[in-house]
């Protein structure tokens, strides 16, 4: 069950309706109980075992915490396990593609040793990356004195598998979630908002994404028929692409706790709007973002290391060069563990380093940068300016994605060399010679991805400006609202493309 | 150590750490008013005033530190 079919939406009209009729003391029993069938429905039922473990050893561990917090038990050894734990559970299940070739090379290497691989056909949890990274925040928001733990194991249970965010996300921390707990009462306000959002996310995903992603993989099919401008044409629509569905499933995923009156965490915030790299990751993925700031790169910076090598640096280089080397080394680790969450050596190899790469790049030039702005007399605030570095960074994310869009470091490798090469021969008049027709979409369908970039655009703009583009909506004239939200419905319905049995393709980001 | 004197030594830090003589902070300073204070400098900063006043800000206070004012609370409530 896919959060774009309609059983997902028939669950959520059932959900929502016995959730308001129950007691509100047991609201979150409800809660639990419609996440067992979604994960019954959606996943390999018997993988919940995982979340199960994952849940047990953080409930256990910090409960432990908090008993020996003023007893001479070093309770960051109990803290650390717990995590360790975590760790392994997902590096053995999820993290395969680490190991797998690491076995196999040893295994040819000398015949006569031989590993029992049955871990590799195991199956992995549905959302492990997701979950697995929440609970090592909540265990060590515990040890840290953030948040108290959590007494009720089945509450903490509700927190590790609250449905909607097993699919993408959001990365929520407990504090957020507590909410979980809480009795909610039945709002207009709430199932109108949240069926809103969960709209305008189908919308994102099945009208424009969906759409796009028919352009994009018939490109990188056959970069032969496809070459010239093609491929630069699939790189630079890609982001799009990724965005409307990553963002789309967000929007269905927030709108959906929405109706249940639960607020979970933003992902976005109009990344595109972004003038540099560093800006970028502060809007895009948010979360995840959030989560490796503070659970990888605080501890990582205050380390007694990384402060001595500080101090180190401060005695042998510029003030400047001084902040510049433990900046680059926690930026480091900080890009390693995004890399590694992403399961992949491609991810740690091509977007991670390459991230690192320009932001490093971009903290040791930013002054020369900066003098030249000055020495050129640019006016740094004028909208050309500023619109010439939101190209710039759409640019260097356009170029990153190759490697994450690639189906193996062989594949990204091969894509690269296929865009340098077809520098050569640029054709522009193929754009309008009729070629895009036999890539799979019809005229119409350009036009529907044009005004689908278009709104996405403008509701990303209204909303960063307004708050919530839906509390605009909801000062319209009566018209104009129904109007709007009537066409959006229909737009959907007309122009989402559905797969067999009303199934939409899969989430881009629902591997993880 | 009084509210004042905390702010006077704060004052220092921040100037040192951000390098620039101008800076005042106040309780309801926050990292918006100060156009370098990012994620890295939030850590230089308290890596300063753990030196300056000769303690350690537990990784959770870190965390969750709002604004000056708290940075304040902190330090007088470790530093008694």
Redesign the interface.
């Known amino acids: 069950m896919t959060v774009t079919s309609f059983y997902f939406l028939v669950f959520i009209v059932i959900g929502a309706a016995i959730y308001y009729i129950v007691p509100k003391k047991v609201q979150w029993l409800i809660l639990l109980g419609l996440s067992f069938v979604f994960y019954y429905f959606s996943a390999v039922p018997y993988t919940i075992i995982y979340l199960l473990l994952s849940t047990l050893i953080a409930y256990i561990t910090t409960i432990a915490i908090e008993k020996y917090r003023d007893k001479r038990t070093n309770i960051a050894v109990i803290a650390c396990t717990a995590i360790i734990f975590n760790i392994v559970i997902w590096f053995l299940l999820k993290g395969n593609s680490f190991w797998s070739h690491g076995v196999l090379l040893i295994e040819k290497t000398f015949p006569s040793v031989h590993f029992n691989m049955s871990v590799l056909h195991l199956t992995a949890a549905f959302g492990m990356g997701y979950y697995t990274a929440q609970v090592i925040g909540y265990i060590l ?1 515990c040890y ?3 948040s108290k733990p959590q007494k009720n194991p089945f509450k903490l249970f509700l927190f590790v598998c609250f449905f909607p965010q097993l699919t993408v996300g959001p990365i929520s921390k407990y504090s957020q979630l507590e909410c979980l707990y809480r009795e909610h009462r039945f709002s207009y306000k709430n199932i109108c908002f949240g069926s809103q959002r969960i709209l305008w996310g189908m919308f994102k995903k099945l009208v424009v994404s969906d759409r796009i992603a028919i352009i994009t993989t018939a490109i990188w099919a056959d970069t032969i028929s496809y070459s010239g401008v093609w491929p630069w044409i699939a790189v630079f629509l890609y982001p799009i692409q990724l965005y409307g569905d990553f963002s789309g499933c967000v929007d269905i995923i927030l709108g959906t706790a929405e109706i249940f009156d639960i607020k979970l965490p933003e992902n976005f915030n109009n990344p595109f709007k972004s003038c540099s790299v560093q800006e970028f990751w502060q809007r895009w993925h948010i979360t995840l973002g959030t989560w490796a ?2 659970y990888v ?3 990582v ?2 380390s007694k290391y990384l ?1 001595s090598i ?1 101090k180190w640096s401060k005695k042998h280089f510029t ?1 400047r060069i001084a ?1 510049l080397i433990p ?1 680059t080394l ?1 930026m480091g680790v900080l890009w390693l563990v995004m890399g590694i969450w992403h399961g992949s050596v491609r991810h740690i190899a091509g977007v991670s380093l390459w991230y690192w790469g320009i932001l490093v790049l971009g903290e040791f030039f930013g002054s020369v940068f900066k003098n030249m702005v000055e020495y050129l007399n640019i006016k740094s605030e004028s909208y050309s300016w500023v619109l010439l570095q939101r190209i710039r960074t759409y640019a260097i994310f356009s170029a990153g994605s190759v490697f994450f869009a690639a189906e193996s470091f062989r594949d990204a490798l091969f894509r690269y060399q296929t865009l340098f090469a077809s520098i050569k021969n640029l054709n522009p008049w193929t754009l309008f010679d009729g070629t895009v027709i036999r890539l799979g979409v019809t005229w119409g369908d350009v036009n529907i991805i044009i005004l689908g970039i278009f709104l996405l655009h403008k509701i990303d703009t209204l909303r960063e400006k307004e708050g919530m583009a839906r509390e605009w909506m909801q000062k319209q004239i009566v018209v104009f609202r129904w109007g709007a939200w009537i066409s959006l419905f229909f737009l959907v319905l007309i122009y989402g493309l559905y797969g067999p049995g009303y199934e939409a393709s899969q989430f881009i980001y629902q591997g993880f | 150590m009084t509210r004042e004197e905390v702010f006077e030594r704060l004052n220092k830090v921040f100037r040192e750490v951000f ?1 620039d003589t101008e800076i005042v902070v106040g309780e309801k300073t926050t990292s918006n008013d100060i156009e370098d204070w990012d ?2 400098e939030h ?2 900063l ?2 300063a005033v753990e030196e300056e006043f000769s303690f350690k800000i ?3 206070r ?3 530190m709002e604004n000056v004012g708290e940075m304040v609370d902190i330090i007088l409530e470790l530093g008694k």
Do not use: A
Request: glycine share 10%.
């Open positions: 928001d840290w004195e953030i700031k503070d790169y605080y501890p910076l205050k402060i500080g003030k902040k900046w926690g | 390098d994620s890295f850590i230089n308290v890596v537990p990784m959770g870190v965390v969750t």
